[in-house]
């Protein structure tokens, strides 16, 4: 990813285009085949004077304009007359904008293999620990058993979709930009519609009703996307990060030589991975604040607007792949401490099946006084830390015709995690058949595992 | 919209649910069929006391809660043992977020309509005006002329995918939320399963493979892609009030009695319907960076990102309404000043057909050589006022072999506006084709208008 | 703060505004002062029909318009020529902003008057835990002991800064703002000075040296130093609710009837307080943002970023108001168990000592090495679950060259935590001494407690 | 500003920490004083690979620690025993934010610096235009006459205040960072005071009562009070980008070779400098909240909120230093014409001398009256295209009751602009007196110019 957006990558995406605009020119007998021919076959970043391009860029307001200059230089040093067809029609901004659509298009790519290869880890861990009985937290408390199949299958169950948005985003938000100096490409006269429409099958880009230079919905639908996914990856860091604390310890990121260390506590073995998708899940949304506040751009070419785009966009882009690259390394090599998922599930001496008991007893006597009782033999439980299972079961004792109709294999029943874990295990089910299912024609999630 | 998101809706849309969860579990033989009559029958926001509610809400960290508390009151007023059912088994975000379902499905659908009917406002402009000649710009300085019906049919364009995505919105990001207490609806047992899929029948709602309760990604998706509408709304409420000032008054809002007076300047006549847009453009970009930063929720509920979406979505989905509803109304009665297009179009003494010279010459002398003289010679009339087509036929009268190839009746052609406005009436015509084509099966777009 | 900014206080402010007015132009011999008599006296949102109030302010574009044509009408109704005089040589905008500014001063007060109470909690809490060793953790991972005390004083020393940054705020951000239509307050002639002199010093607020009505720099300071603060706020809040988790249970928020329950799970006690800070410091950052987006506002009053201002300032403060209040509540009443801090510090068997060996070992055979050396033990210790304390003194016999240096005296003060908090009691007492010394002249922060 | 806060400034940066640490150590008596010698004579960010620099830091987490091991290998390729003393007590983080506080003071002076001069151009722009007359516009509209010395004056009072906010910031927000692992300096024993003190004084930097590493308030109120500045850069670049405007044309931005140009439109003359402002004015903002967001830090080191922070800020500040840069420039060669100000006044023949007229009929009819009356005048005038003050003679003619009784006099003088700009010139001789008076001590704002 930082290729894709790296300087010469964005450079040599330039001058693609100017080269399939100088190749499209000449079949459709705009320019001559001779001077498309060596254009084409200068349109080399290697042929480019980085340090000149850039100082030129500040003075010139972008970067196509002494792009532009170059080529055309390499062009005459080769043919005079080939030169003057150089970026023939053509204005900054479609150079620009259409280099970028090339540049997301491989971006996009990296991104959704990358998001199979996580999807692929999360389906295993959603498959082997089905049954892996854990405690749910709400509100950051104990709350109610769950598995950690469940849990998983819920990360994967939004990957998912994500996977879904990414296959509509390659489809609709990636086009050809061309338009000239004010979107009507009247330099090119009548030519103008082919040579746009042999250009957009060269670049293999769709061809839009018209140029969007100034409708830049495109752009900011691909960072809103990709800023939906950069949360899930945050949501799903926070969880492993939460659940790698000291006192927890369920998960563990996978272990890499000077991955996680400490310069100062050698004992330390951080979550890693997840700091960089946490850090990306607070970079990324204000990025994409910044290309939604772009997008109201003045006229044909924006004052500003346009230009606040230019770092923004790879930015968002390079921060996603890189969270989603890590959270695939740690989904990939995640050590799940089953033993103490389910010693954690007893910290609260069976509290946290103070619903399970309510949900029985509300059968009898109503939810509200169900909820009421057991609400106070919690309070008696925490403070004598007597255990919940108990406090009842001598309740039970004294006063029959309250907790007493719950016999004593009963409440075994009702203290048993695997018990009182739900749909837990079809849910991951149903989600690992969405995952099997895939998405039409795309072979990463399609695939068994 | 501000009704959908009112206090009294947004109980009403809580109390449905709880309706809809009393009838599926009586059904399916969980609660008895006449406890969920009365429930159900109770089930009117205008049986709430608001003031108390509030209050108690505060306290209690969500809504749900206190009104789960007097629903069930107004239910054992009737019947004790009906009340010992209401809101069985399911949890308080069960009921917020399958009620903010139900609220965002309204609101996507006004939204959809009001989008529709800009849009044949939107199409009606670009028709009308597919050969209003006006000067198009570029960094807010005059470029080349387009036309005014490339304007609208550039906003249109936008529009129309935006439509799109609406549409995929309404189809994938609304769904129950259905999970119980830790997502694993062990409250209600075995019949869980068939509770959830009547309850999303009964609701008219997708029934997703899991509870989505942490995760956001379906209420984020909604947050940024209304986003990026308010920023093609921004963008055409931008054209219009740079459209509207003074000097250049092409454009004026359309009039309305009370609507954009001033105080203290009795003639003034204020773009109050592009401001509201505007006003909202900078608003939601950084509200939806809100939604993204939220997803980053802990476990099987959050602490703090949850609360954080409940007054956010809302506000999102009440300015892009309210901009939206406005821009309709400007663009149905936008007034257009042809004349004044016209004549704007003349303020440079015809620098703005420089491009067309400099290509024509291009086509003898080369680029770059032609750039240099057409720049030289706009130079010289910008620095004597005398007009560039004048300018440059002194200059072929001295030199015959710069300019000279450009006669007087190519100087002619190359000066009018409508001869340079190139691709414009045909990107109209495409853009008006694929609106009429309109979304399959969606009746606003495909009427003719 | 929600009464601050509430529809009533916000139009009563505006009243306050055209009460002054009228009574500072009366004295300036302006108006007669038989009209500012009666313009005063009517100046009561208590007459105001706030329903038509709303409808007519949508269409006006602001509130101001519609509230002078019911106060003149008030006016009217009891004195005809009084009522010529109403908001004479005023624009709207000088009502609104000059209101607001009345507002962000109580708001402003409250804010401090909280903060300071906030601060008393911590430092009561950083000197009563100035001894409390407790784990310190980095990465979300056990590093080393320090104090409770030095926690709670690392959150009094930003708060301190928080208290002379509001300071600074109530000093220069607030200022009249009274420029007429255009800012010249052409329209009160050669009165205008003494007028704008006068009114500044009836509403007790700066003159500043020109209208500031399209400079929005003084608003914009007030939003974004209150969204540090909150910041601040969120980090206390997180800080706490991870030592609320049920695993650790170092800290419990201040319990609460109806406070932190749970609908589903009678068990819970929910840390609320913080969870509304967490929401805050997601939800007021990016509003942050929307008040330095909006300053960008056209010539001398802008068309959209004004308008972006009016809920969004209010909203900043409301919820930096509750944020505030809960954690001073939270840090009042906040439940600290000593003993869980002491006993989970040694959940890591002595592997946070690590670093006490590791620089005794270093004075002797040097950082790297010692390094080295302790984190092989460490590892050995998790591996074998053999504490790090025991493991060392078994490598010391096996080869007292390496670790036989310390012996068995030296190892226990090194794994005796007491001993290794290095300065924490002195930077407490530091902190608490600045905090003493208080801000000249505010009361609340240097009261000793 | 690229320099300071490129990869060979942010190294050296944090070397000279590590050399500061190393003498300061070595004075308070804890290494060596030959260590510290050889130690300080090798930390300069020539001696390092950058290569192995940056992949390393991208292993480890951060940039320190794989610094120290490069550091550490150059020292013991010189003095093994010296080398043990390297980065002593200190933590990754104590180097890295201090490093940042050594950049920040020297981005602080820069920016201060440019700020001075901008205010000094902006100081003349005021001075030698407080006669100069402009329309002032009111929702992009015309309003009512100002001076162009009142708005420049407009923009100075912004960045008066802004510059007293930096020298708030240069005293208040820099600060040593120096805790060791944890916070407590536990590992430098009793000497860790004395080093401290000594460190801070070496470095020249404000000694903290205790480390501030998980306390952001600092850097954020950097980012915040460079936010607001940004702010008002974009209000000034909006202004004078609208009034560059073809058919506005009262500013020309300074013309420079290569600047401004544009590759299809030889005869454009781009506002360059201010989009770069506005460019700014869109990215730093959502840049503020991410700082705001990451402030919420877990414990004694974050987990993602640091590591959001790193690229942040000093984008902020180099975005930031490049608008005021572009700014700078634009204020001091900004060409003005007067006589277009003076001719754009006369575009509404007459309609902007409305409210003198309407203020002058108020005092014997009333205001209601008055304003009623001339907006009929109005728009008669605008519906017949004759000017308001024929309009109003005529008026007089036929009803001498109404606007008779100004007579024809009193109509020119109510129609000269200079005689409706009411206090612009006082106004702007006390920002030029306050710009004069400076802030204490500092040079640039109160030399003469």
Redesign the interface.
Known sequence: MLAIFGDAQRVQRMLDVESALARSQAQCGVIPASAAVIIASLCDADHIDFVSLGE?AA???NL??PL?VQL?ALVAARD??A??????????QDIIDTGLMLQLRDALLVIDTDLAALNAALAGLAREHRHTVM????????????TFG??A???L??ML??R??LA?LQG?SLALQFG??????????PE??PVAAVLARTLDLPL?????H?????V??VA??I??????L??M???I??L?????AELTEPA?S???????????????G??????A?????????????????????????W??EWE?LPLILQLSSGALEQMRVVAAGLVVDRERMRS?LD??HG??F???V??AL?ER?????A??L??EA?RR??ATGIP?RTTLAVDAVRDPSATGALGSEQLDSLFDPQG?????A???D??L??YQAGLPGQPGASSKD
Chains 1, 2, 3, 4 share one sequence.
């Open positions: 030129a003075n010139a307001g196509a304009i532009v055309t005079t007359e030169a003057k067809f150089v970026h023939w029609g053509a204005t900054s405690i749910g937290r709400t509100w950051m408390q104990h709350a109610l058993p769950i469940l849990k299958a819920g990360w169950d939004a979709r994500h879904t948005r509509t609709a000239g100096a004010a979107g009507t490409l009247a330099s090119l006269g103008a519609g839009p009703d018209l140029p969007w100034a409708q830049r919905d495109r900011a639908e809103s996307t800023g939906t996914l950069v949360g899930s945050g949501k860091a926070r969880d990060s939460l790698t604390q000291t006192e927890i890499a000077g991955r996680g260390g400490s310069s100062a506590m050698p004992h330390k073995r951080n979550p890693v997840c700091a960089v998708a946490l850090a899940a607070v970079r990324v949304p204000p990025l994409v604040a910044t290309m939604l506040v772009a997008m109201v751009q003045e006229h044909e070419r924006a004052l500003g607007g230009q606040a923004t954690n910290a609260t509290l946290v103070a619903e399970a309510s949900m509300a006597i109503g939810r509200t006084a909820h009421a057991v609400e919690c439980a925490v919940l009182y874990i739900g749909q837990s079809a849910m991951v149903r989600v058949h969405t």
